[in-house]
């Protein structure tokens, strides 16, 4: 299909652009009223080494997953990102976010991602944020991610 030549997950790391278009999907599960919505960004589906993942779950609220803003330290939802490269998991999003409160480390550039239109069959929007190596904000390396970008088919 030539519209899947369409269909990426590209992203700005330290200054370093990156772009997936072997494996671009948004997948949305729902299990006993609680929905997670998953965008994959990878150049294949078995790309477990280097591969941009955001994930949103409504169970703290149930409410929708919709067109829209989502937020690290959102009380809706939980939102969580890891980007993986050369076996390092940097990951950003709530529970990052939840640790630099408890140890009073400031994040210059909090997770979120803008889900711009959604439909049964594509997902779209933009992302951002500050990625810690091994989730740690102490003392992990610290990747930041600007000009995220998607395009999405719904596996």
């Known amino acids: 299909d030539k519209d899947d030549e369409n269909f990426h997950v590209s992203f700005t790391v330290n200054g370093v652009n990156k772009t997936y278009t072997g494996f671009a999907v948004v997948?949305?599960?729902?299990?006993?009223?609680?929905t997670t919505l998953t965008i994959l960004?990878?150049?294949?589906a078995t790309s477990f080494d280097?591969?941009?993942g955001i994930y949103i779950d409504?169970?703290?609220?149930?409410?929708?997953?919709?067109?829209?803003?989502?937020?690290?330290?959102s009380a809706n939802f939980v939102v969580l990102s890891t980007y993986t490269n050369t076996g390092i998991?940097?990951?950003?999003?709530?529970?990052?976010?939840?640790?630099a409160v408890f140890y009073n480390i400031p994040i210059?550039?909090?997770?979120?991602?803008?889900?711009?239109?959604?439909?049964g069959s594509t997902a779209k929007g933009t992302f951002s944020?500050?990625?810690?190596?091994?989730?740690?904000?102490?003392?992990?390396?610290?990747l930041t991610i600007t000009n995220g970008d998607f395009f999405v088919k719904v596996q």
Do not use: C, R, W
Request: hydrophobic share 25%; charged share 20%; aromatic share 8%.
């Open 41 to 44: 960004g990878g150049n294949s």
């Open 129 to 142: 944020g500050d990625y810690y190596a091994d989730g740690d904000v102490q003392s992990g390396t610290k």
């Open 27 to 34: 997948h949305m599960e729902s299990i006993s009223g609680s």
């Open 58 to 73: 409504n169970s703290p609220t149930s409410a929708a997953i919709t067109a829209g803003q989502y937020e690290d330290l």
């Open 89 to 99: 998991d940097y990951e950003s999003g709530l529970s990052v976010a939840e640790d």
């Open 108 to 119: 210059a550039n909090h997770f979120n991602v803008n889900i711009t239109s959604m439909d």
């Open 50 to 52: 280097d591969y941009m």
